[in-house]
């Protein structure tokens, strides 16, 4: 693990006091596990449209292909581990008096890295339910979709249990989420473009509130003006260094 990476003095202030960090996150997160990002040049959105394959409209006029690309991006899952970006974040519950980690990931890698107590804004890949009457699908989704696969019990078409576009989150995640962003003295946002709302709003509302933000991406995001700190580089490399440091300052802290 490295740990060259500069980060101010005023972060390890921030980090040794904090009684409450958020991290959230986001595809780049997910990105050295080798789970496609959506915007970047190899993204899913760069390759698909969004109107094709993400909302119930798309479901209806192409089943097959909506639950065929949801089927093999679930089961491709299944071979793909967290990285130390995730097992950081595991690190980081351990630290804080409290500590919320908030994604928009759908893959449940942070879970199988063991943060215990994460807030899913977008669903979960690896979920499927019936679109007409709500029951959770018990069995895995076939690898070939030959035909529109369809509830046991009333025949309606499956569909993955995320958030489609038009469609909206999980009302309590996204107070809880809120509500965690504007008490929180430090808030991190990690491998998002933040330009989906309103997962992208909780950097402004925790700014507003007074907590330090610092972004963790490879690239400035689309909130980066509203950062007190930026830290470009792989989150992968960061997140260890940042929980490094976290550590450290907190020792330093209890022994003064
Ligand atoms: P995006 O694809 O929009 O953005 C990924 C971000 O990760 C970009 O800012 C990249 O620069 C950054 N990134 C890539 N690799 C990284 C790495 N190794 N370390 C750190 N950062 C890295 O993904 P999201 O912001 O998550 O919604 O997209 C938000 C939502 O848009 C998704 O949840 C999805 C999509 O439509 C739904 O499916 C509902």
Redesign the pocket.
């Known amino acids: 693990m490295t740990t060259s990476i500069d980060f101010t003095d005023e972060l390890g202030r921030r980090l040794a006091a904090a009684k409450h960090v958020v991290a959230s996150?986001?595809?780049?997160?997910s990105?050295?596990s080798g789970v496609p990002?959506?915007?970047?040049l190899e993204?899913?959105?760069s390759r698909y449209s969004?109107e094709e394959l993400?909302t119930q409209a798309a479901l209806v006029r192409n089943p097959i292909l909506v639950q065929s690309w949801y089927a093999e991006r679930a089961n491709r899952l299944k071979s793909i581990v967290p990285n130390p970006?995730h097992n950081s974040l595991v690190e980081m519950e351990e630290i804080f008096p409290r500590f919320d980690l908030i994604t928009?990931?759908?893959d449940n890698l942070h879970q199988e890295a063991g943060s215990t107590n994460v807030v899913e804004?977008?669903?979960n890949v690896r979920r499927f339910y019936c679109s007409e009457c709500g029951s959770d699908r018990k069995n895995a989704m076939p690898d070939e979709i030959e035909t529109a696969v369809c509830c046991e019990a009333c025949g309606g078409l499956i569909r993955p249990d995320?958030?489609?576009?038009g469609e909206i989150l999980p009302q309590e995640n996204i107070r809880y989420a809120c509500e965690a962003a504007r008490a929180c003295d430090v808030f991190l946002s990690?491998?998002?473009?933040?330009?989906?709302y309103p997962?992208?709003g909780l950097a402004e509302i925790a700014g507003s509130s007074g907590a330090f933000c610092v972004e963790?991406?490879?690239?400035g995001?689309a909130a980066a003006a509203i950062m007190d700190e930026l830290c470009i580089?792989?989150?992968?490399r960061?997140l260890p260094a940042l929980a490094k440091l976290a550590k450290t300052v907190r020792r330093a802290n209890t022994k003064s």
Do not use: K, M
Not at 25 to 29: I, L, R, Y
Not at 233 to 236: E, I, L
């Open positions: 996150t986001g595809a780049g997160a990105a050295e990002t959506f915007r970047d993204g899913y959105w969004p993400a970006c928009q990931n759908v804004l977008h669903g995320v958030v489609w576009f990690i491998g998002t473009s933040s330009v989906v997962a992208a963790v991406n490879i690239e995001s580089g792989p989150a992968g960061i």
